[in-house]
């Protein structure tokens, strides 16, 4: 029997099926009762008190060069302290919390922050791999976990979800974001501040959520960490934007504001940003705080020619709190009583300190219940399923797999195979690499079970050079009759904040054990564990399977021995396009096309006539990614059929009314022998606009369960808010055009439809 999936995508907050209706947690921020605490409390609060509010200090682990201050006691005690970051667990947070709230004299309690990125104690793959699940529900899921697990060690405010549109591979903070696209990017943000804020923000087990970072640090020039971004206005609006305005709509409490210079103005002292579009234009109404020093980096970015200067930019543009630079601290005081900074603007940043710390119940419940630290089952089951879900599966030929164990020799070779600490990912906050069940140890127990047999060779080290290994490994491949490889970068060297490079091949000499093991014949599974997208030509041309396995979590071998062995189907796809050259990035689906675009038939060769050459291409490599945005395979065969719509014109003037809306669909159908989850993508073009758009942009996405034989029908709706653009004249609205649709399986397959949208 078939049945019917009709999506309304009705906008940014209201985005496919993920985003159905405006957080609950978003009335924390019109509370009348909130507000009237706010300015009873603001009334008694002396200027030095107010700053205190603004001040935030590191009281554990650095994430970068910290003030060296250790007066945290003396400060919380004096109600000059607002929050301390990186000080977890109920015994600690509540000693401290006791002097702020019993000592000082307005007893306002401190913020505990901490980068819970993904996960607390139990952690999750990776945001990146968890972005390709392209399943808001589960992320949603995974934050909540992280959150009550956050929320009972005391911290109740984490610096995620980092929403940060990431075009360039070479930059490793790619790793924490949802990747290229703004679509799918702003309904994975939302499910990240609805999973922490919950349905309320006073819960005991909610959490804080901070939006970073605001606004462009993916575009960092040359994919080198902190540097400087150029960003049109209307491109900013189109793409970096949205993922963040999704968040305000979902609630979130707080947003941080970027290390980069954004059109030649930094981020953290950035009025445009941080006043204009943030506050006026969204409303929002909770509080910016700065990144680690990033207002003292003022400074070297030529901004300010000292501390005071550099403070007093930063709150003025818009940012609340100051996160480790010392510089409020210091010279806010002293600026106010000059009337450099006026009052009014320090009383403003109050009060948004303030409204989060009442919305969060704090003043009622300060403290912690002190509870058993640990990881609950039904969270390891759950980070179970996403790393399952996360795994992209990018080669497959001769179905090698998923493997047949029975009775076979499998040699698992690589450094990534069996190291706990490397599966954790970057930023795993009190992640524990005892916790993590490696590859090596699942894949064994579950090969023996079927009869069969596992053998183990290291081979190199992640970032070797020595081929020592390299014997026993070839040794281990020879003995075996299939191979698993496993191969990547290094956690927290190669991936994360400061991660950036200029090479996206595999570390050390991990090629080479690679070909060294090919060179046996035999099978290779190749399993790729990385923070990005990597150059994977050789892999491609001559390893007859390849699995994304990202950064897994402390599931990582239970749920890569599920799907190496069948137990389930690979449905992850990317969300970020893999380059056939580092010399392509930046590299994105969504690209402006040229007036010499290059047919994709011509890109399989060098040029060489000059009727090929004078085209946008390059003369040594093809344009075109090695794996595209949105691909990724399964264990089964699915089918599209071409994309319908319900008219062959709609009006641009009554979809800008909201009278009008197109119906497309299309039949999507298992032709294999195994069930499998799908990721039902929707894209669209449009043409003879006032502006240049995109050669496709995502609109909607679904995932569907088919059973071997099934058909399902998937229907979409476009409206407005998917058919809206910032036209010549910079104005948010549907213009007449020629639209393409198509329902496809990834940004470059689908047989598409043709709409006239007229006046």
């Not at 496919?16 to 008694?44: C, K, T």
């Not at 709706?717 to 496809?744: C, H, S, Y």
């Given at each position: 029997?078939?049945?019917?999936i009709?999506?309304?995508?009705?906008g940014?907050?209201?985005?496919?099926?993920?985003i159905a209706q405006?957080?609950?947690?978003?009335?924390?921020?019109?509370?009348?009762?909130?507000?009237?605490?706010?300015?009873?409390?603001?009334q008694?609060?002396?200027?030095?008190?107010?700053v205190?509010?603004?001040?935030?200090?590191?009281?554990?682990?650095?994430?970068?060069?910290?003030t060296?201050?250790?007066?945290y006691?003396?400060?919380a005690?004096?109600?000059?302290?607002?929050?301390?970051?990186?000080?977890?667990g109920a015994?600690?947070?509540n000693a401290?919390?006791?002097?702020?709230?019993?000592?000082?004299?307005?007893?306002?309690?401190?913020?505990f922050?901490?980068d819970?990125?993904?996960?607390y104690?139990?952690t999750f793959?990776?945001?990146l791999?968890l972005?390709?699940?392209?399943?808001?529900?589960?992320?949603?899921?995974?934050?909540?976990?992280?959150?009550?697990?956050?929320?009972?060690?005391?911290?109740?405010?984490?610096?995620?979800p980092?929403?940060?549109?990431?075009?360039?591979?070479?930059?490793?903070?790619?790793?924490?974001?949802?990747?290229?696209?703004?679509?799918l990017?702003?309904a994975?943000a939302?499910?990240y501040v609805?999973?922490y804020?919950?349905?309320k923000l006073?819960?005991?087990?909610s959490?804080?959520?901070?939006?970073?970072?605001?606004?462009?640090?993916?575009a960092?020039?040359?994919?080198?960490?902190y540097?400087?971004?150029?960003?049109p206005?209307?491109?900013?609006?189109?793409?970096?934007?949205?993922?963040?305005?999704?968040?305000?709509?979902?609630?979130s409490a707080t947003f941080?504001?970027?290390?980069?210079s954004?059109?030649?103005v930094?981020?953290?002292?950035n009025?445009?940003?941080?006043?204009?579009?943030l506050?006026?234009?969204?409303?929002?109404?909770?509080?910016?705080?700065?990144?680690w020093?990033?207002?003292?980096?003022?400074i070297p970015?030529?901004?300010?020619?000292s501390?005071a200067?550099?403070?007093g930019?930063?709150?003025l543009?818009?940012?609340?709190?100051?996160?480790e630079a010392n510089?409020?601290?210091?010279?806010?005081?002293g600026?106010a009583?000059?009337?450099?900074v006026?009052?009014?603007v320090?009383?403003?940043?109050?009060?948004?300190?303030?409204?989060?710390?009442f919305?969060l119940?704090?003043?009622?419940?300060?403290?912690?219940?002190?509870?058993?630290?640990?990881?609950?089952?039904?969270?390891?089951?759950?980070?179970?399923q996403?790393?399952?879900?996360?795994f992209?599966?990018?080669?497959?030929d001769?179905?090698?797999?998923?493997?047949?164990?029975?009775?076979?020799t499998v040699?698992?070779?690589?450094?990534?195979?069996?190291?706990?600490?490397?599966?954790?990912?970057s930023?795993?906050?009190?992640?524990?690499?005892?916790?993590?069940?490696?590859?090596?140890?699942?894949?064994t127990?579950?090969v023996?079970?079927?009869?069969?047999?596992v053998?183990?060779?290291?081979?190199?080290d992640i970032?070797?050079?020595?081929?020592?290994?390299?014997?026993?490994?070839?040794?281990?491949a020879k003995k075996?009759?299939i191979?698993?490889l496993?191969?990547?970068e290094?956690?927290?060297?190669m991936?994360?904040?400061a991660?950036?490079?200029a090479h996206?091949?595999?570390?050390?000499n991990q090629?080479?054990?690679?070909e060294?093991v090919?060179?046996t014949?035999?099978?290779?599974?190749?399993?790729v564990?990385?923070?990005?997208?990597?150059?994977l030509?050789?892999a491609?041309?001559?390893v007859?399977?390849?699995?994304e396995?990202?950064?897994?979590?402390?599931?990582?071998?239970?749920a890569?021995a599920?799907?190496?062995?069948?137990?389930?189907?690979?449905s992850?796809?990317?969300?970020?396009?893999?380059?056939?050259?580092?010399?392509?990035?930046?590299?994105?689906?969504?690209?402006?096309?040229?007036g010499?675009?290059?047919d994709?038939?011509?890109?399989?060769?060098?040029?060489?006539?000059?009727?090929?050459?004078f085209?946008?291409?390059?003369?040594?490599e093809?344009n075109s990614?090695?794996?595209?945005?949105?691909?990724?395979?399964?264990?089964?065969?699915i089918?599209?059929?071409p994309?319908?719509?319900?008219?062959s014109?709609?009006?641009?003037?009554?979809?800008?009314?909201?009278?009008?809306?197109?119906t497309?669909?299309?039949?999507?159908?298992?032709?294999?022998?195994?069930?499998?989850?799908?990721?039902?993508?929707?894209?669209?073009r449009?043409?003879g606009?006032?502006?240049v758009?995109?050669v496709?942009?995502?609109?909607?996405f679904?995932?569907?369960?088919?059973a071997p034989?099934?058909s399902?029908?998937?229907?979409?709706t476009?409206?407005?808010?998917?058919?809206k653009?910032?036209?010549?004249?910079?104005?948010?609205?549907?213009?007449?055009?020629?639209l393409?649709v198509?329902?496809?399986p990834?940004?470059t397959?689908g047989?598409?439809?043709?709409?006239?949208?007229g006046?």
């Amino acid at each position: 029997m078939m049945r019917t999936i009709r999506v309304v995508l009705c906008g940014l907050t209201l985005i496919s099926f993920a985003i159905a209706q405006p957080s609950p947690s978003l009335s924390w921020s019109n509370d009348p009762q909130i507000e009237s605490r706010v300015e009873q409390l603001l009334q008694q609060m002396t200027l030095d008190e107010k700053v205190g509010q603004l001040v935030q200090y590191s009281a554990g682990a650095p994430t970068g060069p910290g003030t060296g201050r250790t007066d945290y006691k003396e400060l919380a005690a004096k109600g000059t302290l607002g929050s301390l970051i990186n000080l977890t667990g109920a015994a600690e947070t509540n000693a401290m919390q006791k002097l702020a709230v019993e000592k000082s004299r307005l007893h306002i309690p401190l913020i505990f922050g901490l980068d819970i990125i993904h996960g607390y104690r139990t952690t999750f793959p990776v945001p990146l791999a968890l972005s390709a699940t392209w399943d808001p529900g589960l992320v949603e899921r995974a934050s909540r976990v992280a959150a009550q697990e956050g929320s009972r060690a005391g911290v109740r405010w984490t610096f995620s979800p980092m929403v940060d549109i990431a075009r360039d591979a070479r930059w490793g903070r790619i790793v924490e974001g949802a990747g290229e696209d703004p679509y799918l990017g702003s309904a994975l943000a939302a499910a990240y501040v609805r999973g922490y804020q919950g349905a309320k923000l006073s819960d005991p087990e909610s959490i804080a959520a901070c939006s970073k970072h605001f606004v462009g640090y993916g575009a960092a020039e040359g994919g080198r960490d902190y540097n400087t971004a150029e960003i049109p206005v209307r491109l900013l609006r189109q793409v970096y934007l949205p993922p963040f305005q999704a968040t305000v709509d979902a609630g979130s409490a707080t947003f941080m504001s970027a290390f980069e210079s954004l059109n030649e103005v930094p981020a953290s002292a950035n009025s445009f940003t941080l006043t204009q579009v943030l506050r006026k234009e969204w409303g929002f109404k909770g509080f910016v705080v700065s990144d680690w020093n990033s207002i003292g980096e003022l400074i070297p970015q030529g901004l300010a020619n000292s501390g005071a200067v550099a403070a007093g930019k930063a709150i003025l543009a818009g940012v609340d709190m100051d996160m480790e630079a010392n510089l409020y601290s210091q010279y806010l005081s002293g600026l106010a009583k000059t009337g450099a900074v006026p009052e009014s603007v320090i009383d403003e940043s109050v009060r948004r300190v303030l409204r989060v710390k009442f919305a969060l119940g704090l003043f009622e419940r300060p403290y912690t219940d002190v509870k058993p630290d640990g990881i609950a089952p039904e969270a390891l089951e759950l980070a179970r399923q996403a790393a399952e879900e996360s795994f992209v599966l990018l080669k497959n030929d001769g179905g090698v797999l998923p493997l047949k164990a029975n009775g076979k020799t499998v040699a698992l070779i690589g450094p990534l195979a069996d190291d706990s600490g490397q599966m954790l990912g970057s930023w795993a906050a009190k992640g524990n690499p005892k916790d993590v069940v490696t590859l090596r140890s699942a894949l064994t127990r579950q090969v023996e079970t079927a009869q069969g047999h596992v053998i183990y060779a290291r081979g190199t080290d992640i970032l070797g050079a020595s081929d020592a290994g390299f014997s026993d490994a070839v040794g281990a491949a020879k003995k075996s009759d299939i191979v698993v490889l496993a191969l990547g970068e290094d956690a927290q060297w190669m991936t994360g904040e400061a991660g950036s490079r200029a090479h996206l091949d595999l570390p050390g000499n991990q090629q080479q054990l690679l070909e060294a093991v090919a060179s046996t014949g035999k099978p290779i599974v190749l399993l790729v564990f990385s923070g990005r997208p990597l150059v994977l030509n050789w892999a491609a041309q001559h390893v007859p399977a390849i699995l994304e396995a990202w950064f897994p979590g402390v599931q990582a071998g239970p749920a890569l021995a599920n799907v190496l062995l069948g137990a389930s189907s690979p449905s992850g796809r990317l969300t970020v396009s893999f380059p056939r050259a580092v010399g392509q990035e930046p590299l994105y689906y969504n690209h402006f096309n040229t007036g010499r675009p290059a047919d994709a038939a011509d890109l399989t060769r060098p040029p060489k006539a000059n009727k090929e050459k004078f085209l946008s291409r390059y003369v040594d490599e093809q344009n075109s990614p090695l794996y595209p945005f949105g691909f990724g395979l399964t264990y089964s065969t699915i089918g599209y059929s071409p994309t319908s719509a319900s008219s062959s014109s709609v009006s641009a003037k009554e979809l800008n009314e909201g009278t009008a809306k197109l119906t497309v669909t299309a039949e999507v159908k298992n032709s294999g022998g195994r069930s499998a989850d799908e990721v039902v993508q929707l894209y669209i073009r449009q043409t003879g606009t006032s502006v240049v758009r995109p050669v496709r942009e995502l609109k909607g996405f679904r995932r569907v369960t088919l059973a071997p034989g099934q058909s399902q029908k998937v229907e979409f709706t476009l409206g407005r808010e998917e058919l809206k653009f910032w036209n010549i004249d910079m104005k948010d609205v549907v213009e007449p055009a020629q639209l393409t649709v198509w329902v496809a399986p990834d940004s470059t397959q689908g047989m598409p439809v043709q709409v006239s949208v007229g006046q």
